[in-house]
């Protein structure tokens, strides 16, 4: 079952950072934070995920405070195209298992 | 594109039928996974086969059966179908599973979209 909790959406203007919060609050100290979006109906695509560390890669950044109860998601110059649901996935370690939410709707506005 | 293929794309069927979804993974990746998509609603995580093993099972109805083939594809069985039943279903798979430690992000098909009439 989840263990997420994410605002169901959010807007955000064309070509400014979208910053897009999580709690997962029961977190256990070896499990991976993963974010996913979903462009309209189709298959969900993966962004990032991480640990401990701050993460970055072409797409977005990922911000895990210390304590690991929560992320923040930063997509940094929005465009129409971002606009989908991301979600925020705790993945478990024993089976490799993500159980999905039903994530933040992200509208970008032009 | 993932990799990972699913068929059929669009299927319409009636009530109490029976409906096998089938889905490819990546060349070399190990694991399967089958969700649920109803209208408007999250991913409900069904089931996972790793190697031709279940490993885990979500919310998976009695009506509902899979299994993983030596080739590694997967077939999603649906039984006496309900109206409720109408969602996309996903494939996703990856390349590690029971055991992984790091990096098992999920590769997802385009989905079957399954309408009961």
């Known amino acids: 079952d989840a263990k997420t909790t994410q605002p169901p959406s959010m807007d955000c203007a064309e070509g400014r950072a979208a910053n897009l919060p999580c709690n997962h609050s029961t977190i256990s100290g070896n499990e991976y934070v993963y974010w996913y979006r979903q462009i309209h109906s189709q298959g969900p695509q993966y962004i990032i995920h991480?640990?401990?560390n701050n993460e970055t890669n072409e797409m977005a950044s990922l911000i895990i405070t210390e304590d690991r109860k929560s992320s923040t998601l930063i997509l940094p110059h929005a465009t129409l195209r971002d606009t989908a649901v991301y979600y925020c996935?705790?993945?478990?370690?024993?089976?490799?298992?993500?159980?999905f939410g039903t994530g933040t709707s992200l509208t970008v506005i032009p | 594109d993932s990799g990972v293929t699913q068929t059929p794309k669009h299927l319409i069927t009636a009530t109490g039928q029976r409906v096998t979804l089938r889905c490819s993974p990546r060349?070399?990746?190990?694991?399967v996974y089958w969700y649920q998509q109803s209208l408007d609603q999250g991913l409900q995580f069904l089931i996972q086969y790793y190697n031709g093993e279940e490993r885990a099972k979500g919310n998976i109805l009695e009506r509902f059966s899979a299994q993983q083939f030596p080739d590694l594809h997967s077939e999603l069985n649906l039984s006496s179908l309900e109206l409720g039943d109408s969602a996309l279903y996903f494939c996703?798979?990856?390349?590690?599973?029971?055991?992984?430690?790091?990096?098992?992000?999920?590769?997802f098909g385009e989905g079957s979209r399954l309408t009961v009439l």
């Open positions: 996935i705790v993945r478990t370690n024993t089976g490799n298992q993500f159980y």
């Open positions: 991480g640990l401990k």
């Open positions: 996703a798979s990856s390349v590690v599973g029971w055991g992984a430690t790091n990096t098992g992000e999920l590769f």
């Open positions: 060349s070399g990746d190990l694991s």
